[in-house]
């Protein structure tokens, strides 16, 4: 009678009402039916992303996206300065090298972030084509400054390219009115669909740069989905139910209005953090995300062991744990998406629990109180 | 009251058991959980593959799974060998060219294949590195004898690369035995889960020219899914919830056995052309696939704008049209994955009906009795 409850920052915990649009009987992708569907899923992304260009998507994982937007936009005479501040940073620094790109990898503390300083004096020597940062790292539950760094690169030729996967639709995001030049994103994170959507929306500037580029690769040539999007439609077989699943996601958010979603992330974010405090976790990120949040566990506690295991076992609430240097000491617990105030209180109660069972000092119930009186103020 | 009955080529029908088991929560890809099934699921595959190497699940389209294959696979330094019968073809030699192959593109005529005999002249010559073939053209529904063109590669360092996207799990293929060295499919064809996943399985022949090659790209490089399937994980976020549909449909085929599904495969394909004779459709293949068959119309039928149409909205069946020099001349028709003697014997009757609605003449019930009589040796 344990309920299994999903906090893990991605897949995160997705819609009923996604999933039964999902399991409806398949049809074809190259029919109006899907079209229509498809249209509507990319148009309710652009409110979302807020622009007004297309936004792409692609069956795939996240990394599908950003490779897609390495591979085809970045300019290639010039340096690549990636910002590696923690998996996915690293990551993108990968990518840029496997397509011979002279990379400027700046390896951060993790838990900071790029400021848009930083960014600047790299930026003025001119030696760069573009940057590519990450809005919220989901290893070290850090934030990027992405309207800052925009204001740096928007009036140059330098593209700025954004890992938004557990940014949009989560945390402030005004790709057209900052300036961003790529943003790239993912289903299973706030978007409420399970994993298999990429999706990346690009700036004129970005197209400009794209268009001088041969694509050296075929299934993520962005100019190939330019043009099928032009006419609702996929380059190769569309992922047909995981784009109906999507388009009721993206209706649900925007029934809401995605600007209501960030304040209510940034509380839960806010109400996470305080209850945190009060049973004895600390905030391991200098600069937090309020997608996903990085607690650090009291010393004797065994987190992947004995406390991760006991909350899912015992209490049925899945949370990640550590990676890289923060394995066995961190726990990273998810609230963007599918995530209501109920589900906080709940998780807070269990994190009591769990770490009483773990021979930790918790006020039990001090938590739950501290949780309660932020979320009160939910709207 | 009209019930909706999908017969194109892919995407295909599938099994409202795949798509309930899809439609349950979400849950992690880093978990016990996940990994039982993605082994369950990859092992089932290697059953259907006959093989006893790793099939590598990548999620994708089907064209992403080929592309890893060209992009990771095929030797650099000689010649590759791209039988063009169709759009399928026609695609691997583009995509060969996009990472700078030598290609030597075969353009067959429409409804025919390449043959062993034409295979032996070019691979004798000593200059190939790699022969690429489909064994079920989708566009031209015409099948290559992949077992007979093994026979040539197999003790040559050439790689024998087949898309077997509409020929796994509805076609013979006995990748092992015959020596096959690249083996691609996708999860919509007869696989009989929805799109969005690819699948690789290579020889050692063909691993080991993988290891001498550097990827030239990250999401699609075979060697990150080797070594993440080796702890039964995927390098990046695993789509769970196809992986959650493969698993049940592979369990449904080996349930089975793919050598009785291969049968009825055939006797499907046999009794639709013998229908599609009594009606007054033509085989358009000189080399038929026993997955998927394309049939030629009557003079004076509009197909696209009528037959088809009619089918659709009246009857409630989908076919696809032709492609290319077939557009407008011919249908295709699906009859791998979840299709049964009923859905046939109701689709010729639908045909019949929409053959006889478009002004052409049709003996109603002649071609449900002639469809009807061979799957009588249903078993």
């Known amino acids: 009678m344990i ?30 039916q899907f079209r229509e569907v498809f249209r509507a899923a990319t148009d309710g992304l652009k ?54 790109l002279d990379v400027d990898e700046v390896e951060l503390e993790w838990g900071t972030a790029i400021t848009a300083d930083d960014v600047k004096a790299k930026v003025d020597t001119g030696e760069y084509g573009a940057v590519i940062v990450v809005q919220s790292e989901t290893s070290t539950a850090t934030w990027t400054d992405v309207e800052a760094i925009a204001k740096v690169t928007r009036d140059t030729d330098v593209l700025l390219m954004v890992d938004a996967i557990t940014g949009v639709g989560a945390l402030p995001m005004d790709m057209d009115a900052w300036g ?28 400009a740069s794209v268009d001088t580029i041969d694509a050296p690769c075929f299934y993520l040539d962005l100019k190939s989905y330019r043009t099928s999007l032009a006419k609702d439609d996929t380059p190769t077989t569309g992922p047909v139910n995981l784009i109906t699943g999507l388009r009721v996601a993206v209706d649900m958010i925007n029934a809401i ?31 937090p995300s309020d997608s996903v949040t990085a607690l650090g566990c009291p010393e004797g506690v065994d987190v992947d062991g004995q406390f991760r295991k006991i909350l899912k076992t015992t209490y049925g609430a899945s949370i990640a744990g550590g990676q890289n240097e923060w394995k066995g000491k961190v726990v990273r617990v998810n609230h963007m998406g599918y995530t209501d105030p109920l589900d906080l209180v709940g998780l807070v109660a269990a994190m009591e629990f769990a770490l009483s069972d773990c021979g930790a000092e918790v006020a039990i119930g001090k938590g739950v109180a501290a949780v309660a009186k932020v979320l009160k103020d939910w709207q």
Chains 1, 2 share one sequence.
């Open 3 to 32: 309920k299994k409850r999903l906090f893990t920052p991605g897949p995160t915990d997705v819609p009923p009402d996604v999933l039964n649009e999902m399991a409806k009987p398949m049809f074809h992708h190259r029919t109006p």
């Open 257 to 287: 209005g995605v600007e209501t979603i960030w304040k209510r992330t940034a509380l839960y974010a806010k109400a996470l953090r305080t209850a945190a405090e009060a049973i004895g976790l600390t905030l391991m990120s200098k600069s």
């Open 180 to 207: 961003v030049d790529v943003v790239a994103s993912g289903s299973q994170k706030a978007l409420m669909t399970p994993p298999g959507l990429a999706m990346v929306s690009l700036s004129d500037k970005a197209w």
């Open 47 to 100: 409110t979302i992303f807020h622009t007004e260009q297309e936004v792409i998507t692609i069956c795939g994982s996240g990394t599908a996206g950003m490779e897609a937007a390495i591979a085809c936009a970045t300019p290639r005479d010039k340096k690549v300065l990636v910002a590696n501040g923690g998996k996915f940073g690293e990551r993108w620094a990968k990518i840029a090298r496997v397509y011979d």
